[in-house]
T-cell receptor
Framework: DAEITQSPRHKITETGRQVTLACHQTWNHNNMFWYRQDLGHGLRLIHYSYGVQDTNKGEVSDGYSVSRSNTEDLPLTLESAASSQTSVYFC?????FGGGTDTQYFGPGTRLTVL | AQSVAQPEDQVNVAEGNPLTVKCTYSVSGNPYLFWYVQYPNRGLQFLLKYITGDNLVKGSYGFEAEFNKSQTSFHLKKPSALVSDSALYFCAVSPQGFNKFYFGSGTKLNVKP
């Protein structure tokens, strides 16, 4: 069965360190998304990609970057981790449908703590 | 600007009673509409979607949702709630021409025995 996986599931790091969160999907979807989930804010879009070599900024992209070298993977990098980036991070993928996006399938999440 | 509202942070219902979780939206064009459920320490799971056609959409676990174009609403419903339905529910909208989701803030559903 197709799936979307994230690693690590839990990560503790220190302020100022570079951190990369992995996302891998076997749906063969063109669209991939990164969200963060914080209490009181719901889900906020960080970055997204519509295909290989395509990346776009979401509403809370400062301090994060992504790269898309193949269809399956969209790693999220925190260039210099800050305590404000302590959160739960979700990756999702979908296909384009009509003029919008079809169902997004979510990974299990990565809980990141920045000390 | 595109926006999605879930006006209730929390909904409490007794087991066996019907439940409704509300969602309204303000987007351009005809949107695609989705509901997701999130259990503690888990990712979001897809419940149902409306693309076109019948305004009443049926989904997983006995849930259904009614699309109302004039009220720009997409409320989630279930005729008889179960304790196991207790979770966080998110409404999402994909406006045509926008290849991404706009999420509501989430509604916590508490079903008491």
């Amino acid at each position: 069965d197709a799936e979307i996986t994230q690693s690590p599931r839990h990560k503790i790091t220190e302020t100022g360190r570079q951190v990369t969160l992995a996302c891998h999907q076997t749906w063969n979807h063109n669209n991939m998304f990164w969200y963060r989930q914080d209490l009181g804010h719901g889900l906020r879009l960080i970055h997204y990609s519509y295909g290989v070599q395509d990346t776009n900024k979401g509403e809370v992209s400062d301090g994060y970057s992504v790269s898309r070298s193949n269809t399956e993977d969209l790693p999220l990098t925190l260039e210099s981790a800050a305590s404000s980036q302590t959160s739960v991070y979700f990756c999702a993928s979908s296909e384009v449908f009509g003029g919008g996006t079809d169902t997004q399938y979510f990974g299990p999440g990565t809980r990141l703590t920045v000390l | 600007a595109q926006s999605v509202a879930q006006p209730e942070d929390q909904v409490n219902v007794a087991e066996g009673n019907p439940l409704t979780v509300k969602c309204t939206y303000s987007v351009s064009g005809n949107p695609y509409l989705f509901w997701y459920v999130q259990y503690p320490n888990r990712g979001l799971q897809f419940l149902l979607k409306y693309i076109t056609g019948d305004n009443l959409v049926k989904g997983s676990y006995g849930f259904e949702a009614e699309f109302n174009k004039s009220q720009t609403s997409f409320h989630l419903k279930k005729p008889s709630a179960l304790v196991s339905d207790s979770a966080l529910y998110f409404c999402a909208v994909s406006p045509q021409g926008f290849n991404k989701f706009y999420f509501g803030s989430g509604t916590k559903l508490n079903v008491k025995p």
